[in-house]
Nanobody
Framework: QVQLRESGGGLVQTGGSLRLSCAAS????????MGWFRQAPGREREFVAA????????YYADSVKGRFTVSRDNARNTVYLSMNGLKTEDTAVYYC????????????????????WGQGTQVTVSA
């Protein structure tokens, strides 16, 4: 059974940093494209960042570019989202997701393509 478990969320002040982790079990992340999405109250789930299957390509939403970094540790079977310069508008539940089936184009931002999802971790940024 595939499980993705996020951790590392919490309460932080504006300008602060957090590192989210997504640990996979029953699944090898090196065979997947891995994405991070977030959902704020009353809003739709939105793309945040992603790593390609090879891990060589990184993709970011414009709103987080230059502040967030996605990475993975194949030995730990874990994907990370390092978040710096946090803003109040970054407040949301953050989800990691895995995509095994190969796609071309801008697959990385399309939530409906991802096959496995974690339960999410809350990130709250206070003013």
């Amino acid at each position: 059974q595939v499980q993705l478990r996020e951790s590392g969320g919490g309460l932080v002040q504006t300008g602060g940093s957090l590192r989210l982790s997504c640990a996979a079990s029953g699944h090898t992340i090196s065979n997947s494209a891995m994405g991070w999405f977030r959902q704020a109250p009353g809003r739709e789930r939105e793309f945040v960042a992603a790593l390609s299957w090879s891990g060589e390509s990184q993709y970011y939403a414009d709103s987080v570019k230059g502040r967030f970094t996605v990475s993975r540790d194949n030995a730990r079977n874990t994907v990370y989202l390092s978040m710096n310069g946090l803003k109040t508008e970054d407040t949301a539940v953050y989800y990691c997701a895995a995509l095994d089936t190969y796609h071309s184009g801008s697959y990385y931002s399309k939530a409906h393509l991802y096959e496995y999802w974690g339960q999410g971790t809350q990130v709250t940024v206070s003013a």
